[in-house]
């Protein structure tokens, strides 16, 4: 089976940074797209950001130029840097991969949340 463990969220202040990250492990032939989705409470959860195996990377208007994205295909480990955060970043952030097992098993899988709080 596969794991997605997310690690790094929890409390900033406006302006401050905060560092995700998650880590694969399990049966992974190929890992493909990987990124972050967040959800806040009351709202549907969005897509923040995304990388493909290959680097290309993606990210929703609102986080463009205060979040990085980055991963590290031999560690199987995505991260998210979060700069300049604000009071609207607080949500649970979640991690999901597009992963290929074998030839006939592959899908999308999550990671179990990690909650950010940033104080005004």
């Known amino acids: 089976q596969v794991q997605l463990v997310e690690s790094g969220g929890g409390l900033a202040q406006a302006g401050g940074s905060l560092r995700l990250s998650c880590g694969a492990s399990?049966?992974?032939?190929?890992?493909?797209?990987m990124g972050w989705y967040r959800q806040a409470p009351g709202k549907q959860r969005e897509l923040v950001a995304s990388i493909t195996r290959g680097g290309t990377t993606g990210y929703a208007d609102d986080v463009k130029g205060r979040f990085t994205i980055s991963r590290d295909n031999a560690k199987k480990v995505v991260r998210l840097q979060m700069n300049s955060l604000a009071p609207e970043d607080t949500a649970v952030y979640y991690c999901?991969?597009?992963?290929?097992?074998?030839?006939?098993?592959?899908?999308?899988?999550w990671g179990q949340g990690t909650q950010v709080t940033v104080s005004s």
């Open positions: 999901y991969a597009d992963i290929v097992q074998d030839w006939t098993s592959r899908g999308t899988y």
């Open positions: 399990g049966t992974i032939f190929t890992l493909n797209t």
